[in-house]
T-cell receptor, first 115, second 114 residues
Framework: AQKITQTQPGMFVQEKEAVTLDCTYDTSDQSYGLFWYKQPSSGEMIFLIY??????QNATEGRYSLNFQKARKSANLVISASQLGDSAMYFCAMREGGDGNKLVFGAGTILRVKS | DTEVTQTPKHLVMGMTNKKSLKCEQHMGHRAMYWYKQKAKKPPELMFVYSYEKLSINESVPSRFSPECPNSSLLNLHLHALQPEDSALYLCASSQARTVFYEQYFGPGTRLTVT
């Protein structure tokens, strides 16, 4: 079974609007971390935001917030006030202790911001 | 500073060549990683070093040979590669191997095997 599922292969959003990228995960561990990365066409993987399994509050970093619903095992990324520079591939990823703390990625979502 | 550097940016090599990829970080991180990424796919873990010791090898063919000379440097030695090994090779580091630390990635080396 896939550990990280991103069901949106591609998304479009109008500049200055908010967009939500979906991510669901599967684990039986109590301790795990959830991460979002952005990969522009240049190739570099840019760390955006982190949510720990024990964190009560949703993580926020500037225009990025993570909508963490533990019971539903979802960790959606919300980007507010989209900018043209947000156009990129976005990966959701998880580290769980039961698997050697390896970082496992979802298939990714390509986001295109329209002007 | 969250910078991980990788050299070279691009590499073209023949199937009989020997080359090396280099990765460096000065964040004091004690875990370093090599990933392979094919176009439009997520990165796939190859190797993990923790405190300069190899802790995970994801059944990578022996034509890829990692080396961690010190806590700041990570090399990937390449020998007798195949065209299907052409990919983006990403290095990453994290403060430790636990689940609660993010990994910081370098810009990658685009490798083409001819």
């Amino acid at each position: 079974a896939q550990k990280i599922t991103q069901t949106q292969p591609g998304m479009f959003v109008q500049e200055k609007e908010a967009v939500t990228l979906d991510c669901t995960y599967d684990t039986s561990d109590q301790s795990y971390g959830l991460f979002w990365y952005k990969q522009p066409s240049s190739g570099e993987m840019i760390f955006l935001i982190y949510q720990g399994s024990y964190d009560e509050q949703n993580a926020t970093e500037g225009r990025y917030s993570l909508n963490f619903q533990k019971a539903r095992k979802s960790a959606n990324l919300v980007i507010s006030a989209s900018q043209l520079g947000d156009s990129a591939m976005y990966f959701c990823a998880m580290r769980e202790g039961g698997d050697g703390n390896k970082l496992v990625f979802g298939a990714g979502t390509i986001l295109r911001v329209k002007s | 500073d969250t910078e991980v550097t990788q050299t070279p940016k691009h590499l073209v090599m023949g199937m009989t060549n020997k080359k090396s990829l280099k990765c460096e970080q000065h964040m004091g991180h004690r875990a370093m990683y090599w990933y392979k990424q094919k176009a439009k796919k997520p990165p796939e873990l190859m190797f993990v070093y923790s405190y300069e010791k190899l802790s995970i090898n994801e059944s990578v063919p022996s034509r890829f040979s990692p080396e961690c000379p010190n806590s700041s440097l990570l090399n990937l030695h390449l020998h007798a590669l195949q065209p299907e090994d052409s990919a983006l090779y990403l290095c990453a580091s994290s403060q430790a191997r636990t689940v609660f630390y993010e990994q910081y990635f370098g810009p990658g080396t685009r490798l083409t095997v001819t």
